[in-house]
């Protein structure tokens, strides 16, 4: 089975300042996706980032990118410039390439502050 | 705007009573939509697969009985929580994956609060 792992159930950044959020995950598979999910006190789940297993290229998207090391299995994130609206809960999902339907799994998320 | 639509948002009930939870998908048809459930503070857990036209997949541990899954048409997916009771309350959220197009992302509703008092 599938798990997603993430170590660190808090962090803290200032403001403009750069921080990474750590995400592991255990698969035997070599066709997955990884993503990075933000759930703001709205609850509403929004993407971040996407990663295809089969691209070496680290994905970015504005602010936002990861450090994808496959052997590893490791998925981190990087927020540069880090913003106040940047606080709330970051959960690291793997989701297995089927073709018609991909079921997540997600870990335990890691909650962000962003202080002045 | 919303790709993905849940209604009720919030719910109260009384135990012993029925509660249906609605899934919409706005922007597409979705043969696959997921139900998940998230406990305050903590981590959604799949509860089931909805499938347009056939039984729903439900995850070892989740009782089929009770959480009853309806997917009657491309764009709508319903959660029933029968004979609801305390132990049951938590936020409901489904999500929605396109059926053309392979980018593995998931598209997911504002989520249902449900109350058991």
């Known amino acids: 089975a599938q798990t997603v792992t993430q170590s660190q159930p808090e962090m803290s950044v200032q403001e403009a300042e750069t921080v990474t959020l750590s995400c592991t995950y255990d698969?035997?598979?070599?066709?997955?996706?990884l993503f990075w999910y933000k759930q703001p006190p709205s609850r509403q789940m929004i993407l971040v980032i996407r990663?295809?297993?089969?691209?070496?290229q680290n994905a970015t998207e504005n602010r936002f990118s990861v450090n994808f090391q496959k052997a590893a299995k490791s998925f981190s994130l990087k927020i540069s410039d880090s913003q106040l609206g940047d606080a709330a809960m970051y959960f690291c999902?793997?989701?297995?390439?089927?073709?018609?339907?991909?079921?997540?799994?997600f870990g335990t998320g890691t909650r962000l502050q962003v202080t002045l | 705007g919303a790709v993905v639509s849940q209604h009720p948002s919030w719910v109260i009930c009384k135990s012993g009573t029925s509660v249906k939870i609605e899934c919409r998908s706005l922007d597409f048809q979705a043969t696959t939509m997921f139900w998940y459930r998230q406990f305050p503070k903590q981590s959604l857990m799949l509860m089931a697969t909805?499938?347009?036209?056939?039984?729903?997949?439900?995850e070892q541990g989740v009782e089929k009985d009770k959480f009853l899954i309806n997917h009657a048409s491309l764009t709508l997916s319903t959660l029933t929580v029968t004979s609801a009771h305390p132990e049951d309350s938590s936020f409901y959220i489904c999500?929605?994956?396109?059926?053309?197009?392979?980018?593995?992302?998931?598209?997911f509703g504002e989520g249902s609060r449900l109350t058991v008092l």
């Open positions: 990663q295809e297993a089969y691209k070496q």
């Open positions: 999500s929605v994956k396109r059926v053309a197009g392979e980018t593995g992302e998931l598209f």
């Open positions: 909805s499938n347009e036209g056939s039984k729903a997949t439900y």
């Open positions: 698969t035997s598979e070599s066709d997955y996706y």
């Open positions: 999902a793997y989701g297995l390439n089927t073709g018609t339907a991909s079921k997540l799994t």
